[in-house]
């Protein structure tokens, strides 16, 4: 079945980075792009950006560019988010989704189906 | 950017119909999507491009979209479809996703 497996939780010191990992199985890993999506505690889902697993073009949300770096390894069908410079706003539940079909270099978007289970990220000294 | 409002929280009789809204500007110019999140679990797409339904979802999950308004209608609500709901677009603009604030939906 179609599905998306993330890394296990973490536990950072403000200032330190963050590799979250995301594997794909299931379907054609570069037909698809990946968004990443984090949830602070209590709050609302954060889209943070997006990376397309057919050439690797990228998207970041604004807040995040200079800290947050996304990629691919077609090899393994596996998608990686890395958070630098952590601050204690940053401990979120973090989310992997596949997002965006891709054809003939053309997106469509069809909505984020198939979510990762989240891995948890928490910031403290 | 582009902004996305919705009600904090939306009350519905068990069994009766709740319609939980998504404003945005000229937001029926754009493609809307729909999530349900369970406390501790993933979110899940209940409805993509304002009114089709994901396999597995039931019918009484329904959407429209138009003007600067989009909505997602549950009928005969059950206890089970108690969540927070999420509306999200591709702000073409700024080339980003854009989620709403977030729907708690609770059946009386």
């Known amino acids: 079945q179609v599905q998306l497996v993330q890394s296990g939780a973490e536990v950072k010191k403000p200032g330190a980075s963050v590799k979250v990992s995301c594997k794909a199985s299931?379907?054609?890993?570069?037909?698809?792009?990946i968004s990443w999506v984090r949830q602070a505690p209590g709050q609302g889902l954060e889209w943070m950006g997006w990376?397309?697993?057919?050439?690797?073009?990228?998207n970041y949300a604004q807040k995040l560019q200079g800290r947050v770096t996304m990629t691919t390894d077609t090899s393994t069908s596996t998608a990686y988010m890395e958070l630098r410079s952590l601050r204690s706003d940053d401990t979120a539940v973090y989310y992997c989704?596949?997002?965006?079909?891709?054809?003939?270099?053309?997106?469509?978007?069809?909505?984020?189906?198939?979510w990762g289970q989240g891995t948890t990220v928490t910031v403290s000294s | 950017s582009y902004e996305l409002t919705q009600p904090l929280s939306v009350s519905v009789a068990l069994g009766q119909t709740a319609r939980i809204t998504c404003g945005g500007n000229?937001?029926?110019?754009?493609?809307v999507h729909w999530y349900q999140q369970k406390p501790g679990q993933a979110p899940v797409l209940v409805i993509y491009r304002d009114s089709n339904r994901p396999s597995g979802i039931p019918e009484r999950f329904s959407g429209s979209n138009s003007g600067n308004t989009a909505t997602l209608t549950i009928s005969r609500a059950q206890a089970g479809d108690e969540a927070d709901y999420y509306c999200q677009v591709w702000d073409s603009s700024t080339a980003r996703e854009v989620f709403g604030g977030g729907t708690k939906l609770t059946v009386l």
């Open positions: 989704a596949r997002d965006r079909f891709i054809a003939a270099a053309e997106y469509y978007y069809y909505g984020m189906d198939v």
């Open positions: 000229n937001i029926g110019s754009k493609n």
């Open positions: 990376i397309s697993a057919y050439n690797g073009n990228t």
């Open positions: 299931g379907y054609t890993f570069t037909s698809y792009g």
